[in-house]
């Protein structure tokens, strides 16, 4: 198993470019599946879950012709595709789920894995499997399977999600695209990802319309042949503005649209870093003293995202005096905290809520990788650390960061993988 040695402290400086999106990525090629025509997706991040993605979508049938570079996928769907996900697939990345809806709307069938829990929750499927229900889904779970069926198309209707979910708002959009007649959801998650699915099922004739939370979706008959990029990773440019804030960088995020993190980069404002964003670009430079920031609460966009809960930690473990973080959206999102204190960090959780102290003098340790952002967050740390820290299991980072150790290594880290 890869780890990476990165000895601090660091400077950031220069310009990174952020890949595209992992979490609009997913959604979008799982709803190729509703597709008869070609269909090419363009500036997939090069990741690990996106393999995994295109991995299933061959697994049922669909023909996949990867660009050179690996950014562009040209999917051509056969007539017929198979409708089972397997567990061995759907175990490895819980997203998987998503092709739940387009194999339902379009072949009226599909056996498909439950994802299972993973670190950071048990990750319940509840709110996906209950609106696709009132779609017209019928399902029984068998041997960790989900064996579904319907009785032909499926049929529009009205749904109110009882909690906010990004992907079971994905999962309904994409089946009601060819559900008979309209369909109307309310209380749905509204990240730009889903904005992002959106977009890229009206570029091929599906009919969505939203107005606040409430998604209006006109069931048509098939989707025509489309061509899609897609959006850049609001989380890794998250992620780069955390290590410039941190590490009294000056940093150029290129070809990002600020305005879609507003929420966090008015935040890494209050920690103190100058920031300047247009629609191309963000201009951040990291204070020489972080101010601490009393309670900041993880909540559904345009609220703080949770995938940024750990990076904003590592700020408040530097920043001057005491801070608190509350994760409202996940139950166990605080691995990180027992491998910061291993750099000094002094931390204490009650329930969902972290105390920080603030003023550590990160010293460089071993440390142990655990959910995709926890680890990014040790990253961060090691950066503003004093010393060398080796990351051990760094598979949780290739999962979601494209070519991470070369992106930083090219703003000033000292930063080497280490393949096992
Ligand atoms: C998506 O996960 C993202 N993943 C997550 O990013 C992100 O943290 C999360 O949204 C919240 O923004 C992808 O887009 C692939 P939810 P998702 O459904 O859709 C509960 C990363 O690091 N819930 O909005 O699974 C759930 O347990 C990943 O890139 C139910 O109870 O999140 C959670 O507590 C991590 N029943 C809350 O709702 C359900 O049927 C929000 O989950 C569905 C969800």
Known sequence: MDKFAIVGPARISGQVKISGSKNSSL???????????????????KVKDINTMISLLKSLGSKVILSSDRRTAKIYNKKKLKTFASYSLVKTMRGSILVLGPLIAKYFKSKISLPGGCLIGARPINYHLDALQKLGMN?????GYILAKSKGKLKGTMIKFPKISVGATENTIIAACLAKGTTTLKNCAIEPEIKDLTNFLNSAGAKI???????KIIGVNSLNQTDYSIMPDRIEAGTFCVAATVS????DILNFDGRIIKTELDLLKKFGAKIKVNK????????KNLKSIKNIKTKEYPGVSTDMQSQLMVLMCKANGKSSITE????????????????????????N?????????FVGAELMSSDLRASVSL????IASNGKSLINRIYHLDRGYENIENKLRKIGVKIKRLKK
């Not at 319309?209 to 998604?215: E, N, P, V």
């Not at 990253?379 to 090691?382: F, K, S």
């Open 27 to 45: 959604p979008i090629l799982a709803a190729t599946l509703l597709f008869n025509q070609p269909v090419r997706i363009k500036n997939l991040p």
């Open 139 to 143: 399902y029984i779970l068998k041997d």
């Open 209 to 215: 319309t939203w107005k606040g939370r409430i998604c």
């Open 248 to 251: 009294r960088g000056n940093l």
């Open 280 to 287: 191309k670009k963000i201009s951040i430079k990291g204070p």
């Open 328 to 351: 409202n959206i996940f139950e166990n999102r605080f691995m990180h905290v027992a491998e910061l204190r291993r750099l000094g960090a002094k931390i204490n959780v009650v329930k």
């Open 353 to 361: 809520r972290a105390t920080i102290q603030g003023n550590t003098k």
């Open 379 to 382: 990253v961060l740390a090691a």
